[in-house]
């Protein structure tokens, strides 16, 4: 695994604060052979449109869940089969919330076969208190324990 580039990670960080209190997400795509091509794709957080619409079925709005966009989710998937470029990195914030990969995080990111819908992503989550930064950590796919598992500090 590699890590991120710090520019990369300075934009994402700016997107977590800027759309505190809310949860932000997006999607790092990816020149498998020159990381320095890597572009950060800022989605939108669907969720509070999903939890005004059906609270029953998404009792949780964007302060402690994120659903991206499937229009923007489809531009990103069209994007890399066009450049032959990877989804290499997931992210998202957690507001108030410490750096964890929360069991609703290992939901989304699995199929109902309980494999990862994306089994090279790495998923990023960023903790947010008060509008500021204040950790972050990665998790990436463990095939041989079926689970992701937190990867080291520096590797971020």
């Known amino acids: 695994m590699t890590s991120i580039e710090k520019n990369l990670l300075v934009v994402i960080h700016f997107q977590a604060m800027e759309e505190y209190p809310d949860e932000c997400c997006g999607v790092i795509l990816g020149n498998p052979q020159n990381s320095d091509e890597d572009i ?8 509070n449109q999903l939890h005004e619409n059906d609270p029953e079925n998404y009792p949780r709005d964007a302060k402690t869940a994120f659903t991206i966009d499937p229009r923007d989710l489809l531009a990103i998937e069209k994007k890399s089969r066009t450049n032959g470029w990877t989804i290499k990195m997931f992210y998202h914030s957690h507001p108030e919330h410490d750096a964890y990969f929360s069991d609703e995080d290992k939901k989304m990111a699995l199929s109902d076969l309980g494999e990862p819908w994306y089994p090279d992503a790495i998923h990023l989550v960023v903790s947010v208190y008060n509008g500021e930064i ?3 950590a990665q998790f990436a796919w463990d095939p041989g324990k079926k689970t992701f598992e937190e990867q080291p500090k520096e590797s971020i």
């Open 40 to 47: 950060v794709f800022r989605c939108i957080n669907i969720q």
């Open 134 to 136: 204040k950790d972050q």
